[in-house]
């Protein structure tokens, strides 16, 4: 399929001159004459694989019209599309205020057809590049479905933004399959289920699998108990007939799926709240004979007993374990953090285990910010540290733009990841142009000592590779500047022989080199 390219330009010469060049080159071409204009066609038409967006123009700007495309991708849950600013212009302030914001690069005007093409065929070949490798990521390799990250992801943006049902389903008696069949047939009965589910629920179902046998479903506009149960009944039906198909009509295990439900926005829409509803309910099902529904409304529940009621060590075990908590950071108010975060240096200091205290900081670029807007950062940040940690995290909220953390468990070697991950994730999000997000860390040594302090630990680590010595330097002073970790080296060969032992997030080369020039 030919690559789509949308130029947006409100003169019609340069319109015609780069649909012209670009159609030749056998791509598909879509113009259009102004901010507005685009907005509104990706609203009805979908994303490009590129978008060569003029600055100058009319009503609404280039910048404008990126930030708001960028609002428009995260309101519709679409990955971003890579954007190439076009320009007459030789403006350097224009230029960092665009990459900054994140364009892909810049097209001067007028255009040699050569270079426009083999920029935008580069571009092209990154994005997708990418955004398969962030697909394969994403996704459980058995079952195609969004794997356990990915999926609470997807399926924490769908509950705020749609009304729906969030279901939690697991398949009752699968150990048998494995125990008795073997893991193959396991295999086979799992991607047959998925398959099923994927079939009842499309196109209003969003799909994930979150641990060996269970699964977790936003199946928009159900908002009835009476679709919950005829999903369910379906779904066991299915399974069933299909299971005999791979297994013989001979096959004695009880196997059928159990399904706990909970409506959105009924019960709200923070994502937390309604996975633990959820899966409350899926274990009345399963407390309940199996092969079910149940749909939490926010009632009593089997999980609440009476503090008088006869209860055993069973019962009560199950009743506080941790089946039905979040998996990933733990959130507490201040008063809890204290009490806890006391408990923990104590146990940390009892066995000898590595901890990080973590105090990541909103910085933001300009004072002139609604209240409104700060508090939404705020959550989004929290959302993307939630989701960016373990269970055996947890985090405290400390004033207005600030997040407190402790992380046992975590070596000096492992802090940088976790933080550069959740910097990546907020880079993401739609007030990345307007704010930054500082870590500040220091590792608690088994003794108890500070083994490290660090501020926006996630440097990125820039080589240059230039014979011209002072080259090097003029570069690695304006790079240094911003806070980035540089490596200079003179020639290509040394640039092979550094980097077969260390990384690079990225490498400036030089072309004209002596022995090995840039190429």
């Known amino acids: 399929m030919a690559d789509w390219i949308i130029i947006v330009d409100d003169d019609s010469v340069n319109l015609k001159m780069a649909g012209r060049i670009l159609s030749e080159y056998g791509m598909r071409v879509t113009a259009l004459k102004s901010g507005s204009a685009f907005l509104k066609y990706i609203r009805e038409n979908g994303t490009p694989d590129i978008v060569l967006l003029d600055i100058r123009m009319p009503e609404m700007d280039g910048f404008e019209t990126l930030s708001q495309f960028r609002m428009l991708e995260s309101d519709l849950g679409l990955i971003e599309t890579p954007v190439v600013f076009l320009t007459a212009d030789e403006d350097k302030d224009s230029e960092m205020r665009g990459f900054r914001m994140g364009v892909s690069d810049f097209i001067h005007k007028p255009f040699d057809p050569d270079i426009l093409i083999q920029r935008i065929v580069n571009i092209i070949a990154s994005s997708k590049k990418l955004q398969s490798v962030e697909q394969k990521a994403a996704h459980d390799l058995l079952t195609g479905f969004y794997n356990k990250e990915a999926t609470r992801d997807k399926l924490s943006i769908m509950c705020s933004r749609k009304s729906g049902a969030l279901l939690m389903i697991d398949l009752d008696s699968f150990k048998l399959v494995n125990d008795i069949y073997g893991h193959d047939m396991g295999d086979k009965v799992l991607v047959s289920f998925a398959n099923i589910m994927k079939e009842l629920s499309e196109p209003n179902g969003t799909c994930g699998r979150i641990g060996g046998d269970e699964f977790m479903m936003f199946y928009a506009g159900l908002q009835d108990e009476s679709g919950v149960a005829d999903f369910s009944s379906k779904l066991n039906s299915r399974l069933l007939e299909s299971a005999y198909e791979l297994m013989g009509e001979d096959?004695?295990?009880?196997?059928?799926?159990?399904?706990?439900?909970?409506?959105?926005?009924?019960?709200?829409?923070?994502?937390?709240?309604?996975?633990?509803?959820?899966?409350?309910?899926?274990?009345i099902v399963k407390d309940n004979g199996k092969h079910g529904y149940f749909v939490n409304r926010g009632g009593r529940t089997s999980s609440e007993t009476d503090s008088g009621s006869d209860i055993d060590l069973k019962t009560m075990s199950k009743l506080l374990e941790e089946r039905g908590a979040a998996t990933n950071v733990m959130w507490l108010g201040q008063d809890e953090f204290g009490s806890v975060y006391r408990y923990m240096m104590r146990i940390l200091e009892r066995y000898g285990i590595y901890a990080h205290k973590a105090l990541f900081t909103i910085r933001r670029r300009s004072e002139d910010i609604s209240d409104e807007v700060k508090d939404k950062m705020a959550d989004s940040l929290r959302e993307v540290i939630q989701s960016n940690l373990r269970n055996s995290d947890i985090m405290v909220r400390v004033g207005m733009d600030r997040f407190f953390l402790l992380l046992p468990e975590l070596t000096p070697e492992h802090v940088e990841r976790v933080t550069a991950r959740i910097k990546g994730a907020w880079s993401k999000m739609k007030f990345k142009d307007d704010a930054d997000v500082i870590c500040e860390y220091e590792s608690i040594s088994p003794s108890g000592d500070k083994v490290k302090s660090a501020s926006d630990i996630d440097a990125e680590h820039i080589v240059i590779v230039d014979d011209d010595g002072t080259n090097l330097m003029v570069a690695e002073r304006i790079i240094r500047k911003e806070g980035m970790e540089v490596k200079c080296l003179k020639s290509g060969r040394e640039l092979l022989e550094y980097l077969s032992s260390n990384y690079a997030d990225l490498v400036l080369l030089d072309i004209k080199m002596p022995e090995m020039d840039g190429f």
């Open 251 to 283: 096959m004695h295990i009880p196997l059928g799926a159990s399904v706990g439900a909970v409506f959105v926005p009924e019960q709200g829409t923070d994502f937390e709240n309604l996975f633990n509803m959820a899966d409350q309910a899926l274990y």
